[in-house]
């Protein structure tokens, strides 16, 4: 079955920094690559997502990237703000198969004044 | 509109009881999933139901079962509740094809087995 890493498991970047997560995937099928946020105490929400047949994809401060020969894809958050300390969450499903989601074990990233 | 509703919020359990956990939605959603989350492990999948009256096995299935007999409605249990089983657990739902793919969560639950 899938198996989703993700790199690293915690993140400490100064506000005003760009930070950095990185998800491996084990399926080639796979074709849905959600990014969830979970702040403290709350539920997690999407944040962004990305599709097979798309490379990049942004969203105002956060962009995702995707390297479907290295079964690769990555979160980049620029301009960081106090707002973004939460923990972060990539994941991956091969939708209208199964749509079994799969999810790493989550980067808690720290924004330091 | 509440959206995806999990009752109860917090439970205390001893080791060997048993207990149902009660995810409801009123999204007209197909799928749903269990969750659960423990410090370090991320989510991990439990069980998932693309529709009603059926279930599939997620990641981590043993110890736990689950019905889904009206669509609103996804329950999971726990026959025999070990300390293992110790954990937050979120239900989410998902939009049937054609699927935006965001998942809907709870509020979790939290269990604690004693």
């Known amino acids: 079955g899938e198996n989703v890493e993700q790199h690293p498991s915690t993140l400490s970047v100064q506000e005003g920094d760009s930070a950095v997560i990185k998800c491996t995937y084990s399926d080639s099928a796979s074709n849905y690559f959600p990014w969830y946020k979970q702040e403290l105490g709350k539920r997690p929400q999407l944040i962004i997502d990305?599709?097979?047949?798309?490379g990049e994809k942004k969203d105002q401060r956060i962009a995702v990237t995707l390297n479907k020969t290295a079964k690769h894809f990555s979160l980049h958050i620029t301009e960081t703000q106090p707002e973004d300390s939460a923990v972060y969450f990539c994941?991956?499903?091969?939708?209208?198969?199964?749509?079994?989601?799969?999810f790493g074990k989550g980067t808690r990233l720290h924004i330091l004044p | 509109n509440a959206g995806v509703t999990q009752t109860p919020k917090f439970r205390v359990l001893k080791t060997g009881q048993s207990m149902t956990l009660l995810c409801a939605q009123d999204?007209?959603?197909?799928?749903m999933y269990w969750y659960r989350q423990d410090p370090g492990m991320g989510l991990r999948l439990i069980h998932y139901?693309?529709?009603?009256?059926?279930?599939a096995k997620g990641e981590v299935p043993d110890g736990y079962n689950v019905s889904r007999l009206k669509k609103q409605n996804f329950l999971l249990g726990l026959e025999s509740a070990a300390p293992s089983q110790t954990s937050v657990y979120f239900c989410?739902?998902?939009?049937?094809?054609?699927?935006?793919?965001?998942?809907?969560f709870g509020e979790g639950s939290r269990l604690t087995v004693l």
């Open positions: 139901s693309v529709g009603e009256g059926t279930t």
């Open positions: 990305i599709r097979s047949n798309v």
């Open positions: 989410a739902t998902l939009g049937g094809v054609p699927s935006s793919g965001e998942l809907f």
């Open positions: 994941a991956a499903s091969v939708m209208n198969r199964d749509d079994k989601i799969i």
């Open positions: 999204m007209n959603h197909e799928y």
